[in-house]
């Protein structure tokens, strides 16, 4: 018998603000055209004063477990992929824990920034592979709104705020790819690209949060390859490849990359998930929020293979092959 981490429920939250493009122009140089055709956004949520990322990861929490039928009792564990924590510590998991009123089980973050989600399911399948949990919540959460530089046009018009949650369960498989459940996860990253996409303040040099800054078109040119790559070894790893898949949920950076990996795996637009346009990019938060939103409004169905690719801060990427 193989065991295999199996989705039971998908849920998200996004702050009720909207931000449009048309609002930067009134501050910055830049034009809904350019950010629409260079990026894809043509909107994103930004959080309210005091909204938090643990307050967002939580109520994604609840409509995940409302839509897998279960209690936060039935939980064993909570692990939150986020870079922008409501503090240095405690983890935003245990936040969330204690906001579920669980007093039972553990919670930790993973930080692999935009590839947060993808290490955090990673994480959470070979815990529950090797039966350290029987069933755990892994949250994507974000505030990136609090660590945009307002002033700088090639950043701060490309970033949301969000959560979206997966509640994985164990079940017997057969040890074949027709399995439900995580049948491939593939994870990398190479430091020698840290000023890349970075924050330029944290715990241990400035004392402060820090802003992003990113070299947008260098990182570009990385991306596409990259998460093709990565997505290809995921699914050699279990004799697929880029047809066999229904759904790709990838990482919500930027359109041109999203239409770039797809073609690079042979795969249709039609076959992708893509909310860039209302979400923008959410770093952690992403995949699992388009993943909710494709499971809610019934396109991806019980029994279709499912890949996630993201990439982010580190370098860090990577992907997950999943049959829904
Ligand atoms: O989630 C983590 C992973 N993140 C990513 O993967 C992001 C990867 N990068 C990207 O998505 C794209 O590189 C961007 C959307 C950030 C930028 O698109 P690009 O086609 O690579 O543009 P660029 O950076 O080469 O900039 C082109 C021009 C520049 O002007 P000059 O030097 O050609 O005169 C920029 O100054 O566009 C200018 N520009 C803007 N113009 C109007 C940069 N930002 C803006 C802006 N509005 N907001």
Redesign the pocket.
């Known amino acids: 018998m193989t065991r295999r981490a199996v989705p039971l429920g998908t849920g998200h939250y996004l702050p009720a603000r909207i931000v449009p493009n048309a609002e ?1 122009e009134r501050s ?4 809904d055209e ?2 629409r055709t ?2 894809g956004i043509e909107r994103r949520r930004f959080a309210a004063e005091g909204e938090t990322t643990s307050h967002m990861a939580a109520q994604a929490a609840r409509a995940a477990l409302e839509h897998a039928g279960i209690g936060a009792d039935a939980i064993d564990g909570i692990i939150v992929a986020t870079s922008t924590p409501d503090l240095t510590f405690p983890s935003v998991a245990t936040m969330v824990q204690s906001d579920l009123g669980m007093t039972h089980g553990f919670g930790f973050d993973v930080q692999a ?3 947060g989600f993808v290490y955090a399911l990673a994480t959470a399948n070979a815990m529950i592979v090797s039966g350290q949990a029987e069933r755990l919540l892994v949250i994507g959460a974000e505030t990136f709104s609090r660590i945009m530089d307002w002033s ?8 949301g705020d969000g959560a979206g949650a997966l509640v994985l369960g164990s079940e017997a498989g057969t040890g074949t790819n027709a399995d439900r459940g995580i049948l491939s996860v593939d994870l990398n990253s190479d430091g020698r690209y840290r000023d890349m ?1 970075y924050v330029d303040g944290g715990v241990s040099t400035t004392g402060a949060a820090g802003k992003l800054r ?10 596409i390859e990259k998460l093709a790559a990565t997505a290809e070894t995921a699914l050699g790893k279990i004799g697929l490849s880029g047809p066999d898949v229904d759904w790709i949920v990838p ?4 359109i ?2 999203i239409q770039g990996t797809a073609r690079k795996l042979g795969l249709p637009m039609e076959r992708v998930v893509v909310t860039v346009q209302d979400h923008g ?1 959410t ?1 952690a938060a ?1 995949i699992p929020l388009a993943l909710s939103v494709a499971v809610t409004d019934g396109r991806i169905k019980r029994g279709d293979l499912v890949l996630s690719e ?4 580190g370098l860090a990427w990577g992907a997950v092959v999943l049959r829904w």
């Open positions: 930067f910055l140089d830049t034009s350019w950010i260079r990026s920034v935009c590839a700088d046009r090639s950043t701060c018009v490309l970033f996409l990113m070299q947008g078109n260098a990182l570009f040119r990385q991306a990482h919500q950076a930027n041109r990359i990019n770093s992403s993201a990439i982010g801060g």
